[in-house]
């Protein structure tokens, strides 16, 4: 497994950015998928972006067009730009890996995960 460590949740206004990292350690993540999830209270984990090596970056519907998943394999290091934040993507934001790779968009298929960062955005 990788240590994962997420930053840079905070308070946004609606229709403002964040920039969450994901710092990795442990193991050489370049072969593995990486993803970010998100929970808000009394709902399910569920799947925001990942990006899979050989396949690329995909995303939810829900922030397609407005969040983008990057990744640096010499930095051992993921983010996830978050442009026109709603109030609706309000919650604790978790940065996830899966070695065997592949594409994976449910929280059951990553092995190791951060601590989660909270994102609140307000109306």
């Known amino acids: 497994q990788v240590q994962l460590v997420e930053s840079g949740g905070g308070l946004v206004q609606t229709g403002g950015s964040l920039r969450l990292s994901c710092a990795a350690s442990?193991?050489?993540?370049?072969?593995?998928?990486m993803a970010w999830f998100r929970q808000a209270p009394g709902k399910e984990r569920e799947f925001v972006s990942a990006?899979?090596?050989?396949?690329?970056?995909y995303s939810s519907a829900s922030v397609k067009g407005r969040f983008t998943f990057s990744r640096d394999n010499a930095k051992n290091t993921a983010w996830l730009q978050m442009n026109s934040l709603k109030p609706e993507d309000t919650a604790v934001y978790y940065c996830?890996?899966?070695?065997?790779?592949?594409?994976?968009?449910?929280?059951?298929?990553?092995?190791?995960w951060g601590q989660g960062t909270q994102v609140t955005v307000s109306s």
């Open positions: 996830a890996a899966r070695s065997l790779g592949g594409v994976a968009t449910t929280h059951y298929e990553y092995e190791s």
């Open positions: 442990g193991r050489t993540f370049s072969s593995y998928t």
């Open positions: 990006f899979t090596p050989g396949y690329g970056s």
